[in-house]
């Protein structure tokens, strides 16, 4: 996590210069508004994952003699089969377009988001505590 830190702090200040720069140059209030906040959410980022690195294990990635079968196993639990990030892809576009053809779409997206927000969020927790 060091190596990613670091590759989003340098990243941080490269977008600064340029927003700098691009704020001088060209005079356009919304193009350098949003350089400098791409700025704030790489550093946000860039410290981040140097602050939890800190805190981590030394992982692969940080090593010069690693391999990379050093870096394998498990990554984590996916679920494979769950259906709530499509409703809620489809709940939240038509949220957004209800900013393009009416409030009143809102009003019948919103329930569908909430609902499968509410579900992907519970989707293991069926029954008496279970956690699958």
Not at 38 to 45: E, P, Y
Request: charged share 15%; proline share 2%.
């Amino acid at each position: 996590m060091k190596v990613q830190g670091k590759m989003f702090i340098w990243l941080a200040v490269f977008i600064l210069v340029m927003a700098i720069v691009y704020g001088a140059w060209s005079k356009e209030a919304t193009g350098t508004t949003a350089l400098f906040m791409a700025f704030g959410l790489s550093l946000m980022i860039g410290f981040y994952l140097a602050f939890t690195a800190r805190r981590v294990d030394t992982g692969a990635q940080d090593r010069a003699d690693a391999d990379v079968a050093d870096d394998a196993g498990e990554l984590g639990f996916f679920s494979p089969h769950s259906w709530a990030p499509l409703a809620l892809g489809i709940g939240g576009a038509l949220v957004f377009c209800a900013v393009i053809f009416g409030w009143w779409l809102a009003y019948f997206s919103a329930p569908l988001v909430l609902f499968a927000l509410w579900t992907w969020v519970f989707e293991y927790y069926r029954g008496e505590n279970r956690t699958q």
